[in-house]
Nanobody, 121 residues
Framework: QVQLVESGGGLVQPGGSLRLSCAAS????????TGWYRQARGKERELVAT???????DYADSVKGRFTISRDNAKNTIFLHMNSLQREDTAVYYC???????????????WGQGTQVTVSS
């Protein structure tokens, strides 16, 4: 079964930086569009950033200029570099990806389990 596993979350001071990683594993043929979402307590899950398999990126206005999404296709991993973190960035961050399985050669959408990012002094 295809799995997405996030890592890199934790506690950081305002103005600090973190890098989140999302590693895809399983019987993978290819990975298409991917993205990072976040959900703060009591709020709806929102899109943070996306990156296509061609490298095109989009960012939420709230993170533009501070966050950078990237991917390492050889390692089936996507990243979210977060700079100038603020308290408003505190949330559970989720990885999302369209993955084509080599078993069935069909593309499905997968979610990671989430990783907590807390920005506090």
């Amino acid at each position: 079964q295809v799995q997405l596993v996030e890592s890199g979350g934790g506690l950081v001071q305002p103005g600090g930086s973190l890098r989140l990683s999302c590693a895809a594993s399983g019987n993978i043929f290819s990975i298409g569009a991917t993205g990072w979402y976040r959900q703060a307590r009591g709020k709806e899950r929102e899109l943070v950033a996306t990156i296509t398999n061609g490298g095109s990126t989009d960012y939420a206005d709230s993170v533009k200029g501070r966050f950078t999404i990237s991917r390492d296709n050889a390692k089936n991993t996507i990243f979210l570099h977060m700079n100038s973190l603020q308290r408003e960035d505190t949330a559970v961050y989720y990885c999302n990806a369209d993955v084509r399985s080599s078993s069935y050669m069909t593309t499905r959408n997968y979610w990671g389990q989430g990783t907590q990012v807390t920005v506090s002094s």
